[in-house]
């Protein structure tokens, strides 16, 4: 039988109903570029924990 192998990323956004996945990279206009290291919430409250080069922030993740 053929065998469907989901990335990790992919079984984030169903598990979260998100477009974001813990590890995803963005740029972020003020802060630059960044990655993901955590996700909470849903919707409009969900946040994002990005490590930019300098600093980690919280941020709400219809603002990426």
Known sequence: F?????????CEEIK????YYKGQRIHHQTF???TIMNIE???KKEM???KFANDSKWLMTNYL
């Open 16 to 19: 979260n109903d998100s477009k």
């Open 2 to 10: 053929p065998v469907t192998i989901i990335p990790l990323q992919s």
């Open 41 to 43: 919430g849903e919707g």
């Open 48 to 50: 994002a924990l990005i």
């Open 32 to 34: 630059g570029n960044g």
